[in-house]
């Protein structure tokens, strides 16, 4: 009955009116289809731009973190890289907090490095493998098996390894106060 009276208003065919009718549907399908997956690609979009932000903001915290263990380090590692009695230094608590210090700014390291900027990790990198020779002569002075020839090695190797240190820190800490500068847009 409609497809009578749709027949004699618009002066088609049976079958011009049935491929008009399935014409429309099949567009109003598709384009329910199309704004179902625009739909879901910004859903998409949105939980991406969310997952940017976390990781961004992790990886400012990561950086925050290394960046305030690393100045306390730094101050320490300067201040004992000169030659000093070995037997008072086994001893001296903020030498014994300072290895300890660099112990966990390494664990703090290795375990979120994978958040830094990759020029952040090789400029820390640099300065763990500096700050070993503290660990080495802590290592060394604290041995219960600590002897006199072990003294004679400090007096040579190791008091070179602490006076390298106060010209290698300062170095490192312009480089990676540099890097920050660069990748967070500060006084440039």
């Keep these: ?53 976390r990781l961004a903001d992790k990886q400012l915290d990561v950086m925050l973190l290394l960046y305030e263990q690393f100045a306390e380090l730094d101050g320490n590692l300067q201040y004992y890289s000169g030659p000093f009695d070995w037997n008072l230094l086994a001893k001296d608590p903020d030498f014994i907090s300072l290895y300890h210090g660099i112990c966990e700014f390494q664990k703090s390291f290795n375990k979120s490095k994978v958040f830094l900027p990759k020029s952040l990790e090789n400029e820390f990198v640099t300065f763990i493998n500096c700050s070993m020779k503290i660990k080495s002569v802590f290592r060394t002075i604290t041995d219960p098996n600590f002897s006199l020839s072990d003294e004679d090695y400090l007096k040579d190797k190791s008091l070179d390894d602490m006076k390298h240190l106060a010209t290698e820190i300062p170095k490192i800490k312009e480089s990676i106060e540099s890097k920050y500068r660069q990748i967070l847009h500060v006084g440039l």
């Excluded at 008009?20 to 739909?39: C, F, H, P, Q, R």
């Design 1 to 53: 009955m409609f497809i009578d009276w749709l027949k004699e208003f618009s002066g088609m065919s049976g079958g011009a009116i049935f491929i008009s009718i399935v014409g429309a549907t099949w567009l109003l399908a598709n384009n329910i289809y199309m704004l179902s997956l625009k739909s879901k690609s910004k859903l998409i979009e949105n939980e991406t731009s969310i997952r940017l932000n």
